[in-house]
């Protein structure tokens, strides 16, 4: 450098020709001038031009002088840049500059040039993209590699060039960038941390966003080198990661966003670095862990990547963080399962199970985020997930969190939408999701109205769209209704119903609103509003909003007559619309876009407002179904048999009938409905003539036409159809026709003449139909029909057996194997009962003489004339319609009078029976009529005899019933503050005297301080005080002792000088008082009231006696162990709604209890229900299902408490018997949530099968036979269990999920797997024992309706098994389903007959 600094110093600077001397001592303009023909000059050379090169080697290092390298014109620098630029490409390899400083500020200088190629529309830009292409080909930057200073040089062009790219650049820019920048890090010894920073902070997300360009740049560029960058990069994440020096970069807070970037461009560059990740998926820091975690989600899920399959190690680590004991990275976790089920269905069956873990994760955010991810990948493609996941979300549709369920419905009812309605995947994916229907409706059985609104709205919007045009409405409607189960049936009928019930009580308040304001207005609307709350979220807050809403509708008439539109029987679907959104639009402020008021008047009008079903709806649905009925429909195609279609459509139409009755009203209609009456189906044209009941009633002013040939069919149905459709016949007449006194006439004349006991068969429909008319009609035919009554059916056909009965062991046959006879009879006691109920006076005695009959078929087993030619499956059939029949007469204030104790004592026998069917129909019976609020409450009582019942299954049904009806009666006070006065007719409480009465005269009890016996007394008393004891509102536990201690100051009504009697009285009465005693802290507290006693049970108290005797054997003491009553909370739809406020007020009106004292002694205030409702307190509205938990759902009192000082005296030989009672003392608060029954006896184990259940009795007294008939059987029963349950609807095999994960611990471990809660030692499924499939049949047993007294080999037998082998005897869950009756009280309402559904206990599910 000296040497041509000597030169340049001696020399003459030598300029290309044409060019003068440059210096400062010319212009600007001039200087550029001459620059630009060296720049020229130095263009046109090349490496070979020896001469030039060394005649020109003083211009060049003139041109690298300060002068030029630091001149103020830009135009210049780029000049002289350029200049520059061609003498490093000229000269190479050499360069003519020597000094290290001198090259770093050259290369300084062109770096700070290049910054010019950012304005790609500068005049000047070409020059500076042939700077950098000459630089780029010619790699001058390589020179630096020997200078200290080469990371600053090359730092700064990285920079340099990162910061001037933009999107005006074209690809040749880009490229010679890519070029320019890679030759550095390939030929280069090194690449140092600042560079390398400066390189990867474009992959930044934030620095990503900014300059898109640059980050394509960086991306470019690392992919050219990756494999010489590599060992760098690793080295810098060993550095942050594994030895944790944060202060090497300032990258080192982004080093996973690197992480996840370097992997999508190459991820080569991260092969030594992804087993660290490993390390830090372990690490104990909570926050570092999440980031890995993130961090790993998105690069397992993104669309091509294959980590996964290549890095197993690494996937199976990560997954284990699905059980991280930190929330956020489970829930990180579980968010990204959606994406890797998108984009990688083969790693599904990996996530399954820890997915499966985490649906039950403690956290609700988790478990709601399981549903998203699950219902998201659903919906992009129904085969990304498998059966399993959807069952996840299945499950979720009952978790204990609103959010999480209403995530799992509403997902569940997308999917549905999606592939079922649109048949997005086809056939196999519309059947691989079916059960989604009834699963959604299924919900409708909770009890929280948000879920029942929210079936409502799922079904409005996506099981049947109301937006689709009315004949796809109506097709979507009527296969949906034939293809969904019959709990699902049922929920979606009680949906009509509820949605019906509110229309009414909105009609109502418009009604009220529009009356003259009277002293009785404000109390009626307010009754109205609160009944209008209970259907509506969140009763508490929404109160205040219906009351405004009544006042907006007493003032507002516009709004008033569209909401009366709305509800009236003729708005059409259409018109409804147009209301609603009228509505909101009128009471929606745009200045208040939160408005919780509005969203309460959504709420309403989404419930009120008839979106599916109107006159054209109707006429459509007929049309579907006449299609179907004529072949022409596509019902193979839609996977539901054409038989069943027809069925489920006229099913459905007899359902809306009595929702949408005004609907039907066209002369289309109609006829349709005729032409179905005329068809050979017996099913068929029995649902047309209960369609044409319900909504026939002006068919005759309206259609003549159609009554002028209904009538005949109707009178030939009704004289020669089948008893069914002769019934619907008769009431069709009543409810069409004016002149319904001739047609009944010309119907029974007839009839009555042509009765013949010789042919049965013949006999039956006859006499179905002169019942119905006795109870239409009693007055038009009091004559005929009382001769008929004492002649016919008294002395000719019940006093006579004609035909010899069957000689079998069974107790009970299927109905088409009843002998016609026994038919015939059945329907004879019928007509008695529906004459008495038709008169509803007893004037003649008539009702006296038939309850004499009916108890004397139920003391004589069923055999009347006591010949012995009947059959037992007759016997129980006959004894079955006797109960039944004084259970209806009961039910008239007038007959229920007259029925002795001794009748009604023998009627509640039957829930005792030996026929296990017998028992079964008798518990529905007396349930419909309590829940009815029909039946009085002594009725109630009748359910303690059940605690005998050697039937799990029974005694869970019985205790359900027990609760719904308690619960009941409790909220019908609540609501109805006006009947306070009939307490001793409503009040639960008052079964306690009933039960206690009972009990005394049950036959059973004969030794009056026999141990054995007492304790059957005790069990049966707690079967009912545990119920009454589990909530202590307004001190009823001091109720019901001051109750029992009356009692005891009395003597028995039924036999008040019977000495053995009365003693049996005050032992019982002793038993209930340990047991309250036992159970209750505050029975000692002073009785809010005085008790009424009812006078028929028991004698005025004689105030000169005080009883203060103690009748219990010593010995008894240690029976009652202290603890508290579980709660009796209820779940799932076991019965319909109570009927109409103003029609039981009258039934209570004229059934009211006659009592020895007042009758308003309450142990809560009579006005205690005024003014607002504690929300806690309504559960239930007049229109909503009131629920009942199936037995593995309600909470059980453990049955099989160890006995304490009489455990000996059972194993030397006295009778066992299966104890069922609470728990002991020392039982956790937890276990009062526990499910009834989860500690079964160890004496359950010997449960007899149906055989055993159903055999036949020792003659003996009434009703029961005497304990010593089981003392005959002295073979022990071993391992057997009871009657063979019902196989399980498929669709509910998951049901049983309905208990929600409680009081999750969250800490401690990493693995947060939550397993869900089972029953205690309980064995696997698989492992139950198998029991024959006979549920009609039944053979011997030595009691009938009692539980065997077990053999001292059988106690012996199941001393000592495992709780798990105790547990194996089924367990059964029920579902009542009660319906509303129709005026006769028969069973031709939707779901009428009372059914029962069994279903398996959960180990057959697993």
Same mark, same amino acid.
């Given at each position: 450098m000296a040497h041509s600094k000597n030169r340049a110093t001696d020399g003459k600077i030598t300029y290309p020709p044409g060019v003068k001397e440059i210096s400062d001592k010319i212009s600007k303009e001039e200087m550029v001038r001459r620059l630009k023909m060296v720049v020229k000059t130095f263009m046109d050379m090349d490496q070979d031009s020896e001469e030039e090169k060394e005649l020109y080697l003083n211009l060049a290092l003139h041109l690298a002088s300060d002068f030029f390298l630091k001149h103020p014109d830009k135009d210049v620098r780029l000049l002289v840049a350029c200049c520059l630029a061609d003498i490093f490409r000229i000269y190479a390899p050499e360069a003519p500059y020597t000094s290290p400083d001198k090259l770093k500020d050259i290369f300084m200088f062109i770096t700070r040039q290049l910054k010019g190629l950012e304005d790609t529309k500068s005049a000047q830009f070409n020059r500076y993209f042939y700077l950098l292409e000459n630089i780029a080909w010619v790699k001058s930057y390589n020179i630096c590699f020997e200078l200290e200073d080469s990371n600053e040089i090359f730092t700064q062009l990285y920079r340099t060039l990162f910061q001037v790219i933009n999107n005006g650049h074209n690809q040749k820019v880009h490229m010679h960038m890519v070029d320019l920048m890679s030759s550095i890090v390939c030929e280069g010894d090194s690449v140092s941390q600042e560079l390398l920073d400066t390189v990867l902070v474009n992959l930044v997300p934030a620095h990503k966003n +900014? =300059?898109?360009?640059?980050?394509?740049?960086? #991306?470019? +560029?690392?992919? !050219?080198t990756a494999q010489a960058i590599e060992p760098y990069i690793t080295n810098f994440f060993n550095q942050v990661l594994m030895l944790g020096k944060t202060s090497v970069s300032d990258l080192s807070e982004h080093v996973f966003d690197l992480i996840l970037e370097l992997y999508n461009i190459d991820s080569h560059l991260l092969l030594s670095v992804l087993p660290q990740l490993e390390f830090k998926l372990k690490s104990n820091d909570n926050d570092e862990r999440l980031q890995v975690v993130k961090l790993l989600a998105k690069m397992f899920g993104a669309k091509d990547s294959e980590l996964a399959s290549q890095n197993k190690p690494l996937w199976q680590c990560y997954? &284990?963080?699905? =059980? %991280? *004991?930190?929330v956020p990275v489970r829930l990180e976790c579980v968010k990204f399962a959606s994406h890797c089920l998108m984009n990688h269905p083969d790693l599904a069956k990996d996530l399954t199970e820890f997915l499966k873990v985490r649906s039950h994760d403690p956290e609700e955010a988790i478990r709601h985020d399981v549903i998203v991810? $699950?219902?998201t990948a659903s919906k992009k493609d129904l085969s990304l997930v498998n059966d399993h996941l959807l069952n996840f979300v299945r499950e979720r549709t009952l978790d204990k969190r609103w959010?999480?369920?209403?995530?799992?419905?509403?997902?569940?009812a997308q999917i549905y939408k999606k592939y079922a309605l649109q048949a997005e995947a086809g056939k196999? &994916?519309?059947k691989q *999701?079916?059960? $989604?229907k009834d699963k959604l409706l299924h919900i409708y059985y909770q009890n929280s109205i948000d879920d029942r609104l929210l079936v409502e709205r799922i079904f409005a919007q996506y099981l049947v769209p109301h937006n689709l045009e009315t004949s796809e409405r109506m097709k979507c409607l009527y296969y949906l209704y034939a293809t969904l189960d019959g709990n699902a049936v049922k929920a979606l009928n009680e949906m009509w119903k509820c949605q019906n019930m509110l229309r009414h009580n909105v009609k109502d308040l418009l009604d009220i609103v529009k009356q003259p304001k009277s002293e009785s207005y404000n109390k009626s609307v307010f009754s109205k509003v609160m009944v209008i709350t209970r259907n509506l979220p969140d009763p508490g807050k929404t109160q205040d909003f219906v009351k405004k809403l009544a006042q907006v509708l007493e003032e507002d008439e516009k709004i008033r007559k569209q909401l009366e539109t709305l509800v009236s029987p003729s708005c059409s679907c259409k018109q409804a619309e147009v209301c609603v959104k009228d509505i909101t639009k009128k009471l929606g402020s745009p200045k208040q876009p939160s408005n919780p008021f509005l969203e309460m008047v959504k709420f309403l009008l989404e419930r009120i407002a008839p979106v599916h079903i109107d006159t054209e709806s109707i006429s459509a649905l007929i049309k579907q179904v006449n299609k179907s009925i004529e072949g022409t429909a596509d019902d193979e195609d839609e996977g539901v048999p054409t038989e069943q279609a027809i069925r489920a459509g006229l099913e459905l139409l007899k359902v809306l009938s009595f929702t949408h009755p005004v609907s039907f009203h066209s002369a289309e209609t109609f006829e349709s409905l005729l032409g179905c009456l005329k068809m050979d189906d017996e099913k068929v044209a029995e649902a047309a003539l209960q369609i044409f009941k319900n909504t026939g009633s002006k068919l005759e002013e309206s259609f003549p036409h159609i009554k002028s040939v209904l009538l005949p069919v109707l009178q030939q149905k009704a004289k020669k159809g089948q008893p069914r459709q002769a019934k619907y016949a008769i009431h069709c007449i009543h409810a069409m026709f004016t002149n319904r006194d001739t047609h009944f006439a010309q119907i029974f004349e007839p009839l009555h003449k042509g009765l013949d006991t010789e042919n049965m068969e013949q006999l039956i429909t006859p006499l179905t139909t002169l019942g119905h008319l006795a109870m239409l009609a009693p007055e038009q035919f009091a004559a005929p029909l009382k001769s008929l009554v004492a002649n016919f059916i008294v002395k000719d056909l019940l006093m006579n057996d004609r035909i010899p009965g069957k000689k079998t062991t069974k107790l009970w046959v299927p109905d088409d194997e009843v002998s016609p006879e026994t038919l015939a009879k059945i329907q004879g006691i019928k007509l008695m009962v529906r004459w008495l109920l038709g008169v509803k006076n007893n004037q003649s005695k008539s009702g006296n003489s038939t309850l004499r009959m009916l108890t004397a078929i139920l003391s004589s087993d069923g055999d009347l004339t006591e010949q012995g030619k009947m059959g037992k499956p007759d016997m129980s059939r006959l004894r079955l319609a006797a109960g039944c029949a004084v259970l209806r007469l009961a039910q008239e204030p007038c007959y229920h009078e007259i029925i002795t104790l001794e009748q009604y004592q +023998? /009627?509640?026998?039957? *829930?005792? %029976?030996? /026929?296990?069917?017998?028992?079964?129909?008798?518990?529905?019976? +007396?349930? #419909?009529?309590? /829940?009815r609020l029909r039946l009085p409450l002594e009725y109630l009582a009748v359910f303690t005899l059940c605690a005998k019942d050697p039937v799990k299954e029974r005694r869970a049904h019985a205790r359900q019933c027990l609760v719904k009806n308690i619960n009941l009666r409790r909220e019908y006070l609540k609501q109805h503050a006006a009947v306070s006065e009939k307490l001793i007719s409503l009040l639960p409480e008052y079964v306690v005297p009933y039960a206690i009465h009972l009990l005394v005269h049950d036959p059973d009890y004969v030794k009056v301080q026999d141990i054995e016996q007492l304790k059957d007394i005790k069990e049966a008393l707690w079967f009912v005080l545990e119920i009454l004891m589990a909530k202590n509102e307004n001190n009823s536990h001091a109720f019901i002792r001051k109750m029992i201690e009356n009692i005891k100051q009395t003597k028995d009504g039924q036999c008040p000088d019977d000495p053995k009697i009365n003693e049996k009285l005050y032992t019982v009465c002793d038993v209930a008082m340990n047991i309250v005693m036992s159970k209750s802290t505050t029975y000692s507290l002073e009785s809010p009231k005085d008790p009424v006693l009812p006078a028929r049970y028991f004698t005025q108290p004689d105030k000169n006696f005080s009883n203060t005797k103690n009748y219990l054997p010593p010995e008894m003491k240690s029976f009652f162990t202290p603890g508290k009553p579980k709660a009796a909370n209820v779940l799932g739809a076991v019965n319909k709604p109570l009927s109409a406020t103003g029609k039981l007020q009258t039934k209570l009106s004229r059934m009211e209890t006659m009592s020895n004292a007042s009758s308003n002694s309450n142990p809560s205030s009579p006005g205690r229900s005024k003014g607002r409702l504690d929300p806690a307190d309504v559960d239930h509205s007049e229109n909503e299902d009131i629920s009942m938990k199936s037995p593995s759902e309600t909470e059980k009192p453990s049955r099989g408490r160890k006995r304490g000082a009489a455990s000996n005296q059972d194993d030397k030989g006295q009778e066992s018997k299966p104890k069922r009672g !609470?728990?002991?003392? =020392?039982?956790?608060? %937890? %276990?009062?949530?526990d499910q009834w029954g989860e500690d079964s006896s160890m004496a359950e184990t010997t449960m007899e099968t149906e055989d055993e259940q159903n055999s036949p009795p020792k003659r003996g007294r009434r009703g029961r036979p005497p304990k010593s008939a089981a003392a005959k059987d002295d073979t022990p029963i071993k391992g057997r269990r009871g009657r063979r349950k019902a196989a399980p609807p498929p669709e509910e095999e998951n049901e049983e999920q309905e208990e929600e994960e409680e009081d999750h611990d969250d800490g401690g471990s990493e693995n947060m797997e939550v397993k869900p809660k089972g029953r205690r030692g309980r064995k696997p499924r698989a492992e139950a024992l198998e029991t024959p499939n006979d549920s009609v049949e039944s053979t011997p047993q030595k009691r009938r309706g009692r539980p065997p007294k077990a053999q001292t080999a059988a106690k012996k037998a199941s001393v000592g098994r495992s709780k798990a082998a105790a547990n194996q005897e089924e367990e059964s869950e029920e579902e009542i389903d009660t319906a509303q009756q129709s005026d006769e009280g028969e069973d031709e309402a939707i779901d009428s007959s009372p059914k029962v559904r069994r279903k398996t206990g959960r180990r057959d599910r697993r």
């Amino acid at each position: 450098m000296a040497h041509s600094k000597n030169r340049a110093t001696d020399g003459k600077i030598t300029y290309p020709p044409g060019v003068k001397e440059i210096s400062d001592k010319i212009s600007k303009e001039e200087m550029v001038r001459r620059l630009k023909m060296v720049v020229k000059t130095f263009m046109d050379m090349d490496q070979d031009s020896e001469e030039e090169k060394e005649l020109y080697l003083n211009l060049a290092l003139h041109l690298a002088s300060d002068f030029f390298l630091k001149h103020p014109d830009k135009d210049v620098r780029l000049l002289v840049a350029c200049c520059l630029a061609d003498i490093f490409r000229i000269y190479a390899p050499e360069a003519p500059y020597t000094s290290p400083d001198k090259l770093k500020d050259i290369f300084m200088f062109i770096t700070r040039q290049l910054k010019g190629l950012e304005d790609t529309k500068s005049a000047q830009f070409n020059r500076y993209f042939y700077l950098l292409e000459n630089i780029a080909w010619v790699k001058s930057y390589n020179i630096c590699f020997e200078l200290e200073d080469s990371n600053e040089i090359f730092t700064q062009l990285y920079r340099t060039l990162f910061q001037v790219i933009n999107n005006g650049h074209n690809q040749k820019v880009h490229m010679h960038m890519v070029d320019l920048m890679s030759s550095i890090v390939c030929e280069g010894d090194s690449v140092s941390q600042e560079l390398l920073d400066t390189v990867l902070v474009n992959l930044v997300p934030a620095h990503k966003n +900014l =300059n898109k360009q640059a980050y394509d740049l960086a #991306k470019a +560029l690392l992919k !050219r080198t990756a494999q010489a960058i590599e060992p760098y990069i690793t080295n810098f994440f060993n550095q942050v990661l594994m030895l944790g020096k944060t202060s090497v970069s300032d990258l080192s807070e982004h080093v996973f966003d690197l992480i996840l970037e370097l992997y999508n461009i190459d991820s080569h560059l991260l092969l030594s670095v992804l087993p660290q990740l490993e390390f830090k998926l372990k690490s104990n820091d909570n926050d570092e862990r999440l980031q890995v975690v993130k961090l790993l989600a998105k690069m397992f899920g993104a669309k091509d990547s294959e980590l996964a399959s290549q890095n197993k190690p690494l996937w199976q680590c990560y997954l &284990g963080r699905f =059980n %991280d *004991i930190h929330v956020p990275v489970r829930l990180e976790c579980v968010k990204f399962a959606s994406h890797c089920l998108m984009n990688h269905p083969d790693l599904a069956k990996d996530l399954t199970e820890f997915l499966k873990v985490r649906s039950h994760d403690p956290e609700e955010a988790i478990r709601h985020d399981v549903i998203v991810s $699950i219902v998201t990948a659903s919906k992009k493609d129904l085969s990304l997930v498998n059966d399993h996941l959807l069952n996840f979300v299945r499950e979720r549709t009952l978790d204990k969190r609103w959010r999480v369920r209403k995530e799992a419905m509403m997902g569940l009812a997308q999917i549905y939408k999606k592939y079922a309605l649109q048949a997005e995947a086809g056939k196999e &994916g519309s059947k691989q *999701i079916s059960w $989604i229907k009834d699963k959604l409706l299924h919900i409708y059985y909770q009890n929280s109205i948000d879920d029942r609104l929210l079936v409502e709205r799922i079904f409005a919007q996506y099981l049947v769209p109301h937006n689709l045009e009315t004949s796809e409405r109506m097709k979507c409607l009527y296969y949906l209704y034939a293809t969904l189960d019959g709990n699902a049936v049922k929920a979606l009928n009680e949906m009509w119903k509820c949605q019906n019930m509110l229309r009414h009580n909105v009609k109502d308040l418009l009604d009220i609103v529009k009356q003259p304001k009277s002293e009785s207005y404000n109390k009626s609307v307010f009754s109205k509003v609160m009944v209008i709350t209970r259907n509506l979220p969140d009763p508490g807050k929404t109160q205040d909003f219906v009351k405004k809403l009544a006042q907006v509708l007493e003032e507002d008439e516009k709004i008033r007559k569209q909401l009366e539109t709305l509800v009236s029987p003729s708005c059409s679907c259409k018109q409804a619309e147009v209301c609603v959104k009228d509505i909101t639009k009128k009471l929606g402020s745009p200045k208040q876009p939160s408005n919780p008021f509005l969203e309460m008047v959504k709420f309403l009008l989404e419930r009120i407002a008839p979106v599916h079903i109107d006159t054209e709806s109707i006429s459509a649905l007929i049309k579907q179904v006449n299609k179907s009925i004529e072949g022409t429909a596509d019902d193979e195609d839609e996977g539901v048999p054409t038989e069943q279609a027809i069925r489920a459509g006229l099913e459905l139409l007899k359902v809306l009938s009595f929702t949408h009755p005004v609907s039907f009203h066209s002369a289309e209609t109609f006829e349709s409905l005729l032409g179905c009456l005329k068809m050979d189906d017996e099913k068929v044209a029995e649902a047309a003539l209960q369609i044409f009941k319900n909504t026939g009633s002006k068919l005759e002013e309206s259609f003549p036409h159609i009554k002028s040939v209904l009538l005949p069919v109707l009178q030939q149905k009704a004289k020669k159809g089948q008893p069914r459709q002769a019934k619907y016949a008769i009431h069709c007449i009543h409810a069409m026709f004016t002149n319904r006194d001739t047609h009944f006439a010309q119907i029974f004349e007839p009839l009555h003449k042509g009765l013949d006991t010789e042919n049965m068969e013949q006999l039956i429909t006859p006499l179905t139909t002169l019942g119905h008319l006795a109870m239409l009609a009693p007055e038009q035919f009091a004559a005929p029909l009382k001769s008929l009554v004492a002649n016919f059916i008294v002395k000719d056909l019940l006093m006579n057996d004609r035909i010899p009965g069957k000689k079998t062991t069974k107790l009970w046959v299927p109905d088409d194997e009843v002998s016609p006879e026994t038919l015939a009879k059945i329907q004879g006691i019928k007509l008695m009962v529906r004459w008495l109920l038709g008169v509803k006076n007893n004037q003649s005695k008539s009702g006296n003489s038939t309850l004499r009959m009916l108890t004397a078929i139920l003391s004589s087993d069923g055999d009347l004339t006591e010949q012995g030619k009947m059959g037992k499956p007759d016997m129980s059939r006959l004894r079955l319609a006797a109960g039944c029949a004084v259970l209806r007469l009961a039910q008239e204030p007038c007959y229920h009078e007259i029925i002795t104790l001794e009748q009604y004592q +023998l /009627c509640s026998l039957v *829930i005792n %029976d030996e /026929c296990y069917q017998v028992r079964q129909a008798f518990a529905q019976k +007396l349930h #419909k009529g309590l /829940c009815r609020l029909r039946l009085p409450l002594e009725y109630l009582a009748v359910f303690t005899l059940c605690a005998k019942d050697p039937v799990k299954e029974r005694r869970a049904h019985a205790r359900q019933c027990l609760v719904k009806n308690i619960n009941l009666r409790r909220e019908y006070l609540k609501q109805h503050a006006a009947v306070s006065e009939k307490l001793i007719s409503l009040l639960p409480e008052y079964v306690v005297p009933y039960a206690i009465h009972l009990l005394v005269h049950d036959p059973d009890y004969v030794k009056v301080q026999d141990i054995e016996q007492l304790k059957d007394i005790k069990e049966a008393l707690w079967f009912v005080l545990e119920i009454l004891m589990a909530k202590n509102e307004n001190n009823s536990h001091a109720f019901i002792r001051k109750m029992i201690e009356n009692i005891k100051q009395t003597k028995d009504g039924q036999c008040p000088d019977d000495p053995k009697i009365n003693e049996k009285l005050y032992t019982v009465c002793d038993v209930a008082m340990n047991i309250v005693m036992s159970k209750s802290t505050t029975y000692s507290l002073e009785s809010p009231k005085d008790p009424v006693l009812p006078a028929r049970y028991f004698t005025q108290p004689d105030k000169n006696f005080s009883n203060t005797k103690n009748y219990l054997p010593p010995e008894m003491k240690s029976f009652f162990t202290p603890g508290k009553p579980k709660a009796a909370n209820v779940l799932g739809a076991v019965n319909k709604p109570l009927s109409a406020t103003g029609k039981l007020q009258t039934k209570l009106s004229r059934m009211e209890t006659m009592s020895n004292a007042s009758s308003n002694s309450n142990p809560s205030s009579p006005g205690r229900s005024k003014g607002r409702l504690d929300p806690a307190d309504v559960d239930h509205s007049e229109n909503e299902d009131i629920s009942m938990k199936s037995p593995s759902e309600t909470e059980k009192p453990s049955r099989g408490r160890k006995r304490g000082a009489a455990s000996n005296q059972d194993d030397k030989g006295q009778e066992s018997k299966p104890k069922r009672g !609470r728990k002991k003392a =020392n039982t956790s608060t %937890d %276990d009062a949530e526990d499910q009834w029954g989860e500690d079964s006896s160890m004496a359950e184990t010997t449960m007899e099968t149906e055989d055993e259940q159903n055999s036949p009795p020792k003659r003996g007294r009434r009703g029961r036979p005497p304990k010593s008939a089981a003392a005959k059987d002295d073979t022990p029963i071993k391992g057997r269990r009871g009657r063979r349950k019902a196989a399980p609807p498929p669709e509910e095999e998951n049901e049983e999920q309905e208990e929600e994960e409680e009081d999750h611990d969250d800490g401690g471990s990493e693995n947060m797997e939550v397993k869900p809660k089972g029953r205690r030692g309980r064995k696997p499924r698989a492992e139950a024992l198998e029991t024959p499939n006979d549920s009609v049949e039944s053979t011997p047993q030595k009691r009938r309706g009692r539980p065997p007294k077990a053999q001292t080999a059988a106690k012996k037998a199941s001393v000592g098994r495992s709780k798990a082998a105790a547990n194996q005897e089924e367990e059964s869950e029920e579902e009542i389903d009660t319906a509303q009756q129709s005026d006769e009280g028969e069973d031709e309402a939707i779901d009428s007959s009372p059914k029962v559904r069994r279903k398996t206990g959960r180990r057959d599910r697993r």
